[in-house]
């Protein structure tokens, strides 16, 4: 059994947690000055492992449930990996940009699983009619995710898998339909980690193609149906790894 300790150290900022735990140490309570209370601190925790690790973890293992289950995606994933990449070094983010493919994947996963299927609440700040809907001020708001990256008035045959539809016809990403995925909501009150997550999801999606293959395992029939939880998990299933030569 393995146990992580993280130590506090005073005057050394590494990340939002020890400027959290700072304001808790410095913070007097009576000197008239707004802070965040302890349960707003822990809260604000909570919501960072909850969004920026719980999220990403979901994402890679759609990932590879889809790339077991198609897999000639992810041969020419794999291709697109040793034309942009080579076996000299491993992927870095500035690889992105020159593999579309690989990219159109990722959106399709966001797509096609929808595993975040609503966005977090939000409340209305005033009354407002949405397409001849009266939404109240103070309405606890959700989006529906998952209605939208399903919709077949936009996607067509939405129920497939298919990263193609993201490419143009001379093989570009097609930004016109990628800001149509919606899986960190929209708008000035979308996810702040969104550029970033999908960043993680293409290095590390990539670094693990970059040496192994994975394949299904022999007479494992593949569910792509979710469980559900805080987000849509795939069901349990099993991989059979190698080593890329």
Not at 150 to 168: K, N, S, V, Y
Request: aromatic residues 12%.
């Amino acid at each position: 059994i393995f146990k992580i300790f993280f130590v506090f150290v005073q005057n050394c900022t590494r990340d939002i947690t020890d400027a959290l735990i700072a304001m808790c140490e410095d913070r007097q309570e009576d000197d008239g000055t707004a802070m965040l209370s302890n349960s707003q601190i822990i809260h604000s925790v909570i919501d960072i492992f909850g969004a920026g690790f719980d999220t990403i973890i979901t994402g890679l293992q759609w990932s590879l449930l889809y790339l077991i289950k198609f897999p000639d995606i992810q041969a020419k994933i794999l291709q697109e990996i040793d034309n942009q990449v080579g076996m000299n070094r491993l992927p870095q983010f500035k690889d992105k940009s020159n593999m579309p493919y690989t990219e159109a994947f990722i959106y399709e996963v966001f797509r096609h699983a929808s595993y975040v299927p609503f966005t977090i609440p939000h409340c209305t700040t005033d009354n407002i009619t949405l397409n001849g809907d009266f939404i109240p001020k103070d309405t606890c708001v959700f989006i529906n995710q998952y209605q939208v990256n399903h919709d077949m008035d936009i996607w067509g045959d939405a129920e497939a898998f298919q990263p193609e539809r993201f490419l143009t016809l001379s093989g570009h990403l097609n930004k016109n339909l990628t800001e149509k995925v919606m899986i960190f909501g929209i708008g000035v009150r979308h996810c702040l980690g969104d550029s970033f997550a999908r960043l993680e999801m293409f290095v590390f999606l990539t670094t693990l193609l970059h040496r192994l293959h994975i394949e299904n395992v022999p007479e494992q029939e593949l569910d792509l149906s979710s469980m559900f939880g805080l987000t849509m998990k795939p069901r349990p299933f099993r991989i059979k790894i190698s080593t890329r030569n």
